[in-house]
């Protein structure tokens, strides 16, 4: 069956560098456009990052756009965001997701989902 199994969340302090990764398993991974999403107390979920199946044309969200990078290897079918300069407003749980929907930023466009891991960041 499809999986998405995030890691590397944490408790970090403002200014460091988390690591997340997204293994997926259960679909053609190298076909879709994987993206990163979050979700604050309270707050609705929001698009955080997103990169097609080629590896090109990343797309961020502004509030993290020059501190975050996403990547994939289609080869170990894992998707990655590298956080750096973490703010205490990046705190949320961090969903990976997949479509067929090239760079889509709408969750309601995402056929799988993982559970999400969480961050917290410490001012």
């Known amino acids: 069956q499809v999986q998405l199994v995030e890691s590397g969340g944490g408790l970090a302090q403002a200014g460091d560098s988390l690591r997340l990764s997204c293994a997926a398993s259960?679909?053609?991974?190298?076909?879709?456009?994987m993206a990163w999403f979050r979700q604050a107390p309270g707050k609705e979920r929001e698009f955080v990052a997103v990169?097609?199946?080629?590896?090109?044309?990343?797309s961020y969200a502004d509030s993290v756009k020059g501190r975050f990078t996403i990547s994939r290897d289609n080869a170990k079918n894992v998707v990655y965001l590298q956080m750096d300069g973490l703010k205490p407003e990046d705190a949320a749980v961090y969903y990976c997701a997949a479509t067929l929907v090239p760079l889509s930023r709408r969750p309601d466009q995402y056929d799988y989902w993982g559970q999400g891991t969480q961050v917290t960041v410490s001012s």
């Open positions: 259960g679909f053609t991974f190298s076909s879709y456009t």
């Open positions: 990169l097609t199946w080629r590896d090109i044309s990343p």
